[in-house]
């Protein structure tokens, strides 16, 4: 079925208005709105009413920026009270691994004593060791999950 | 990626206040226009615009440079007026993502609408306006983004995280929905 003058140049003023045209149907649709009264009319009724959507003369509640300014302030003070500082977590972290290194050979002679006494297999004493010390790692990493958890729950 | 938004991010995720309120006083307007023909309701736009600063505030580690901050800002915003006609079932906008679901649209109460029209000041521009609310939200929310808020359709599908093409189409039918819906048929 054939489109008519008339069809195309509406459909390509839509178009303009929702993605743009190519050079060339920009320039056909030019010449048919300067020659057909009817489409030039219809065209530029539409382009007044989404002129009058983009005028929306709306007034903001006068207060309405200051008291979100101020609730957002409270919250920001509330959330860093209530949340341990990162540089807290990474002394605690850092201090956690020092220890760890140097009290590694003292919690090696430890897990030997305990596998003379009990005969438990080596493997288990070794994993009982690494697990010793990922433990902090562990907690660590559950800290951190935890708070990202409660800030995107927020 | 620009500069400023680069420096906007690394802002947001240390929830400086200072660029919040700058923030707050820039954008007032746009985001307050956007919730308030959205929802239809001059009650419920204002608690939303408090509470998609909040957000901004604790999600702003979340906010990627590489998109506009308007963008980001949009879509919070549109994320908590689902949430909230979710749990009031005011207005079908769980439809936003379903244009073809079978559920019918019911459109915002008259209270809304006069408490829209007190906002409204020039005569002839209300009819628009009102027409506006009266068609499915989700060719309103794309009508909004494109006409009012002038994004890019790139911005558009981000805002709603749905494809081009959707947008495009959901365009085309807004344009004839809105102009059907105004009083006397079309424009």
């Known amino acids: ?154 | 990626m620009t500069d400023d938004t680069q420096l906007l991010a690394v802002a947001l995720r240390r929830r400086d206040p200072d660029v919040l309120d700058r923030l707050i006083e820039r954008y007032q307007h746009r985001l307050y226009r956007y919730l308030l023909f959205l929802t239809g309701n001059a009650a419920l736009a204002d608690d939303l615009f408090q509470e998609t600063w909040v957000r901004v505030l604790e999600r702003g580690h979340q906010y990627n440079p590489k998109n506009k901050f308007e963008s980001w800002l949009f879509t919070i915003a549109r994320n908590l007026v689902i949430d909230v006609s979710r749990r009031k079932r005011i207005a079908s906008l769980e439809e936003i993502g379903d244009p073809h679901s079978e559920q019918s649209y019911d459109p915002p109460d008259d209270r809304a609408q006069s408490a829209l029209q007190m906002l409204v000041t020039r005569e002839n521009e209300k009819a628009v306006q009102l027409s506006l609310l009266k068609i499915a939200p989700y060719y309103r929310e794309v009508l909004l983004l494109r006409f009012q808020e002038e994004l890019p359709l790139e911005e558009i599908a981000a805002v709603l995280a749905t494809p081009i093409s959707t947008v495009k189409s959901r365009l085309y039918r807004g344009l004839e929905a809105l102009k059907s819906a105004l009083p006397g048929g079309a424009a």
């Open chain 1, 1 to 154: 079925m054939n489109e008519t003058p008339h069809a195309r140049a509406r459909k390509l003023f839509e178009q303009s208005l929702v993605e743009g045209l190519p050079p060339a149907e920009q320039k056909w649709l030019d010449a048919h709105l300067r020659e057909c009264t009817e489409c030039a009319f219809a065209t530029a009724t539409t382009r007044e009413l989404l002129s009058a959507l983009r005028s929306v003369p709306v007034t903001v509640p006068g207060d309405l920026a200051a008291r979100t300014q101020l609730k957002v302030r409270l919250r920001s003070q509330q959330t860093a009270e209530a949340s341990p500082s990162s540089t807290l977590l990474w002394i605690i972290t850092a201090a956690s691994w020092l220890l760890g290194i140097f009290s590694a050979p003292l919690v090696w002679r430890g897990f030997a004593w305990l596998g003379e006494r009990t005969n438990l297999p080596k493997p288990v004493l070794e994993l009982g060791f690494v697990l010793w010390w990922a433990v902090p790692a562990l907690i660590a990493l559950a800290v951190v999950l935890h708070q990202r958890a409660v800030g995107s729950r927020a």
